[in-house]
């Protein structure tokens, strides 16, 4: 239960930081890339590095190229966004379900910017080659993970 909802949380986060940071201009593209890039330097720096470890060498090296990332969500909205998970949970489902149906509604409270048609395709994409992998390689985690990699990049 806390795992879920801690990933929820971090999923918010990212997913609401980043599209705040694409929003304030229209070169996504380039932010994408630096983000990408930053998280690239991050992680090969620290091999074993905690999450949040990596998470601030990121935003440091994004706010060195002037890019800005996420905002602080208000009590008030951080209240909406846990009842929406709340909810989600309530309503029963499996994780994907549960996501989809808390995201939607932080999308309705404006928490979070709508998917668009390119992102909704590569998480379609994404979720297929999920379940392929694990109905191959079962509980091995590295091997679905290499599974995953090796179909999203075909």
Request: proline share 5%; net charge neutral; glycine share 8%.
């Amino acid at each position: 239960m806390k795992r879920l909802l801690a990933a929820a949380a971090l999923a918010l986060v990212v997913v609401g930081g980043a599209g705040v940071a694409y929003a304030h201009t229209g070169d996504r593209p380039a932010r994408r890339a630096a983000v990408r890039e930053c998280l690239r330097e991050a992680r090969q720096s620290d091999e074993g590095a905690e999450d949040g470890a990596i998470r601030a060498a990121v935003k440091a090296c994004l706010q060195e190229q002037g890019i800005e990332l996420g905002r602080n969500l208000t009590p008030e909205q951080r209240d909406q966004a846990k009842a929406c998970i709340e909810n989600a949970k309530a309503a029963g489902g499996e994780r994907p379900e549960v996501r989809a149906t808390a995201r939607s509604c932080m999308e309705a409270a404006g928490l979070v910017p709508p998917l668009t048609p390119e992102q909704q395709e590569r998480r379609a994409e994404l979720r297929s080659c999920v379940e392929a992998a694990r109905a191959e390689h079962g509980g091995d985690h590295p091997a679905v993970h290499a599974a995953v990699r090796e179909c999203m990049q075909a």
